[in-house]
């Protein structure tokens, strides 16, 4: 781990490098046999499996029920919403088959060319199609909405080129599907759900993220409005982290979707979707991360606290062990996880890099003059910074310190939002600051998808949002001249 | 509901209808659009998360951990070990192309003919060829092992005949997959987990199993031994609810896995894998539900306690539903799960037989009598049977109540299960009770698959398994008349 520690690329020197050796070397994912389909390790699944759990409980708090939905969807499903199909159903997964059979030549398996299905199914890249065909039996009048269901699983779509989290074929997430009654009431919805992403990724990934709407061009196949909630890495690149689509009545119309109102008559059913994906471990490692490794958050962190002797010989690593396996108990006692590291086959040094690597908040040593002493070695992930401190009362001590470096990293993150965000007036001025410095640049947009697009071609630069609380001023369109009212951002992004 | 209820099929006329009427009816699940593919529904998938949960836990505790393997496996994985092949890769959904495009004549989508991939994919039946792949690059010494690893997952077997939970081409399951250093550690594996599989159904779902080992024909294809978990239905027929396997160095041949013991010699790694799966559902509803609907174990039901008003007017309906909420209170601070129904828009008997479907332990009622006595009319599911009672003192009642019910209908189902299990010693024998009494029978088995080949065709009777605890008996085999040191179980199953 020493080794593959030295070997972790420089972050100054390849960001992408970097990113992906710290993937693999932390232990979060690697590539696997299939193209664009990664094997999440069980360290990486832990902070997932945590993120999972955290905001599995925000939506049930917020009324969300869970259900399943089919893995497969018939293919004409998705010729039934317009939007939908141009948006979506290029690049899938593509069941034709339902059988293999013994190779007549002896070599292996083939597929039986008499198993052929009637209608392709497509392994899902989201549900709306299946979900909208299945509520279709679930609503008759308005007593039956709102249906407030999320569904988490896996979802494929065929990237051509990859990256472990950030874009992969197959990748876990939750997608919410909600029916409602009134415009009013689903546009509600889908604000409050990113109100609900921003608040798990602000509060338990310690991301600052903007708020705002995507442009006409950038919104969600089907949607009338996508939300986004829009986060900046340490390269300068914008990361989507977060989208939550009012879909209006198209799906209910393209699945024939109506309920009887309270008069009777019969309207079509207004609908939300809203989605995070595993992606969310790319940002959470590519906001906080350095060169020696991941900064994880503590409130995310499967370890919080590693608990590490330094002895010489097998009775002094007894007697240190013990009493870290103590402070050990103590820490769980006030919920915090805990691991002692007693390995007598590698040195103290390898042991301190490999927790480094791996992001743990705080490590805490004993060695020979601490135990006569008293006193423990507590050192932070986040500053790389270490003090002394005595044994007592070394739980609270660590609770409050938890807590710190889940703020400092968080201030942190803000502090480089902050000087990272230009606000620009001319063209020349806006590729400037695009090429120099990278991050976010607000600028005016007349609000047509012309200036849009040009930008994007001359300079990979897209409109991340509009954020929903821009401050109404005067101004012109970079390329076109024309009156805007407010700035919207612009960045490079994942 | 109330209409829907008594659309209910009896369950003596016709179990199986009755069994698919309760999955429907009750909420639990219903088919797809995708033939084979079931839609969990919320109430459904809610008892599932219950038992993703406390299984979880169990296999935390001892000493597993998450991780997630790709859905798709390439085609050429099945062909390496000789015995899964066999087993396993006849009926699978086959993904051929990565790409949909504009059909030319306008009519919708169609496959893209030029995006078919080199190499067909898969979609995991069962994952260990994939992930004895991977485990490839996980192992290189002794310090490497144990590997434990648990994956939550959705799975696909083309099966041609369905019924929701029991058999679906779609489903949801964990496969633990553990790497070991010797043969005697995996075999513990494999005996601890099937240990933790038959501690979970019976304490959680109060179904009774019988511990086994499964014989060579019905082994696990791959495995050198099989461990099952057998329950015993209400219409008399086996159900396999978990299997352990023992898969001793096939796989880790398959895939060339070796580690560098502590001598520093090579030796190939030893394997164990393990699944229960959402066929635990219908487990859970067949064993013990009745003509009114499901019958829950307390433990398990997402709604453990009902409370419900009887009322004449909105003013007493006010007054009654206060007074229920101060006793949800109650009883969700002792950690009980409860649900107050004031609808005004459905009759309390409707009520009454909704909740009786849907299976909720515990039903709270109060009435205007109720109400000025300070009463409570308390009904349980299992039995029910209904008293009134004080309203003081409720939550403990109920705590105790929930506790009695889970224990009533454990015992219940062990009962049953001896009152039909039967020991035969001729084969006119088994063949009558196998048609007139069904269940469970212990007869002897010369040990060979030309004995059990001949009793699966002529009754379709096949050995659920030789459990672990029989006892030692000398007997002779039904057909062939050769000694017996044993009985095994025979059943029909589903």
């Not at 083939?110 to 299945?134: F, G, H, K, Q, Y």
């Not at 790319?282 to 002895?311: F, R, T, W």
């Not at 009775?315 to 103590?326: K, N, P, T």
């Not at 739980?395 to 606000?423: H, P, S, W």
Request: net charge negative; charged share 30%.
């Amino acid at each position: 781990m020493a080794k593959e520690l030295k070997e972790l690329t420089n972050r100054e020197e390849n960001y992408s490098q970097w990113y992906n050796d710290l993937v693999v070397k932390a232990g979060l994912a690697e590539t696997s046999a299939v193209r664009g389909c990664m094997v999440i390790k069980p360290y990486g699944y832990a902070i997932w499996e945590k993120m999972h759990e955290v905001l599995d409980k925000m939506f049930k708090e917020t009324g969300h029920v869970n259900a399943y939905f089919p893995l497969f969807i018939p293919k004409s499903f998705f010729s039934k919403e317009a939007h939908h199909v141009e948006g979506f159903a290029k690049e899938c997964a593509v069941v034709t088959h339902y059988r293999l059979k013994n190779d007549p030549d002896g070599k292996g398996v083939v597929v039986d060319p008499e198993a052929r299905l009637e209608e392709e199914l497509i392994v899902r890249p989201t549900s709306e199609t299946i979900i909208w065909n299945t509520y279709k039996n679930w609503i008759q009048s308005y007593r039956d909405l709102p249906i407030l269901c999320n569904q988490w699983a896996n979802v494929v779509r065929w990237e051509m080129r990859t990256r472990l989290f950030l874009r992969t074929a197959e990748f876990l997430w939750q997608e919410g599907h909600t029916a409602h009654a009134t415009r009013e009431e689903a546009m509600e919805e889908a604000r409050r759900m990113i109100r609900v992403y921003a608040d798990f990724v602000e509060k338990w990934m310690a991301v600052p993220v903007i708020i705002g709407h995507k442009s006409d061009s950038e919104r969600f196949a089907g949607a009338e409005d996508t939300l986004t909630i829009e986060a900046l890495m340490q390269d300068g690149k914008a990361l989507q982290s977060g989208t939550s689509h009012f879909l209006g009545q198209n799906f209910a119309k393209a699945f024939d979707v109506q309920f009887a109102n309270r008069e009777g008559a019969l309207e079509y059913v207004w609908a939300t979707s809203w989605g995070v994906s595993t992606r969310l471990m790319g940002a959470l490692i590519m906001a906080h991360s350095d060169n020696n490794g991941l900064v994880l958050p503590p409130k995310l962190a499967p370890i919080q606290v590693v608990l590490i002797p330094i002895y010489k010989g097998d009775e002094e690593l007894e007697a240190i062990v013990s009493r870290l396996d103590e402070m050990a108990a103590e820490l769980k006692a006030k919920g915090i996880s805990v691991k002692v590291d007693a390995r007598d086959n590698v040195r103290s040094g390898f042991k301190f890099a490999e927790y480094e690597l791996k992001g743990v908040p705080v490590r805490l040593v004993i060695g020979p003059r601490d135990f006569k002493n008293g006193t423990v070695e507590i050192a932070r992930r986040d500053t790389l910074t270490k003090e002394v401190v005595p044994q007592e009362g070394i739980a609270d001590r660590v609770a409050g310190l938890l807590e710190d470096i889940q703020r400092n990293i968080y201030d942190k993150a803000v502090k480089f939002r902050e000087e990272m965000t230009t606000k620009v007036d001319t063209y020349d001025e806006f590729k400037r600051v695009l090429d120099e410095k990278g991050g976010f640049i607000l600028a005016h947009w007349d609000g047509t998808p012309e200036t849009e697009e040009k930008i994007k071609e001359e300079t990979k630069a897209t409109i991340r949002c509009i954020p929903v609380d821009a401050p109404e001023e005067d101004g012109v369109d970079l390329i076109s001249g024309k009156p805007s009212k407010r700035r919207v951002i612009f960045a490079r992004s994942y």
